[in-house]
């Protein structure tokens, strides 16, 4: 990383510029590790995992 105030170059981190993955959020993405978007782990919804939320868009893990 540089430090320099006064380095004439643009530093832009990669990471910012990649999108999260929708389908990694919603518990399964089919790139796995290859996927061209970022897999963050979150906390997921345990009732959404068991296959139903009564929360839905509302679910305060979504």
Do not use: Q, S
Request: proline share 10%; glycine share 6%.
């Amino acid at each position: 990383a540089c430090h320099n105030k006064e380095c004439p170059f643009l530093h832009i981190d990669p990471e910012t510029k990649v999108r999260d993955c929708p389908w990694y959020d919603r518990g399964f993405c089919r790139h796995g590790p290859v996927c061209r978007h970022r897999h963050v782990r979150r906390v997921l919804c345990m009732a959404y995992l068991a296959g139903f939320c009564p929360e839905g868009p509302n679910c305060k893990f979504m």
